[in-house]
């Protein structure tokens, strides 16, 4: 296999490691049992990709990664800051799951081998499949339109002018 397509793998396999990472630091703040459950089935996706993938690389003859590199870091520790509670961890995994999409559909056009190709193509659709819950649930739940901690303010701002 060339070098450049385990290459292209090998990123694959770095950003779900990230992913899987990312999950458990936000299941480990939500409270509610529908975002954990779903958490919990997205890293299950991330952590099968990981197994797929690294059958090729190793296929080829090459040991896949099986830590964080640096971006995964950046990653991990990004979510470890902005996750507090589910609609921190929702949207925190909005970010993480926007970098896993593009990396998946730019991998698309890397002129994979067509077994590998179709592999991608699925994980691409799991990731897709993630991305469309999570924004699905920032909506439902109106996490998207205003801050709780801007309305806090706005309501502190109102009462202020009324005291007045
Ligand atoms: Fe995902």
Not at 8 to 30: H, Q, T
Not at 44 to 51: A, F, I, K, M, Q
Not at 131 to 143: D, N, T
Request: glycine share 6%; hydrophobic share 40%; charged share 30%.
């Amino acid at each position: 296999m060339e070098e450049k397509i385990i290459q292209c793998l090998n990123e694959l396999i770095e950003l779900d490691l990230a992913c899987i990472a990312a999950y458990e630091i936000a299941r480990a703040v939500s409270r509610d049992e529908e975002i954990q459950g779903k958490f919990s089935e997205f890293q299950e996706d991330h952590l099968r990709h990981v197994r797929e993938l690294s059958e090729h690389v190793r296929r080829a003859g090459v040991t896949p990664p099986t830590e964080l590199d640096t971006k995964g870091l950046v990653i991990r520790g990004f979510t470890m800051l902005a996750s507090q509670e589910d609609r921190t961890a929702v949207l925190a995994m909005r970010g993480n799951e926007e970098l896993s999409n593009n990396a998946y559909a730019s991998a698309l056009q890397a002129g994979l081998p067509e077994e590998i190709r179709s592999l991608v193509a699925s994980n691409f659709e799991d990731e897709r499949r993630h991305m469309s819950w999570i924004r699905g649930a920032v909506l439902l739940r109106g996490w998207d339109v205003e801050q709780p901690e801007i309305r806090e303010l706005s309501a502190e701002a109102r009462g202020a002018r009324r005291a007045a």
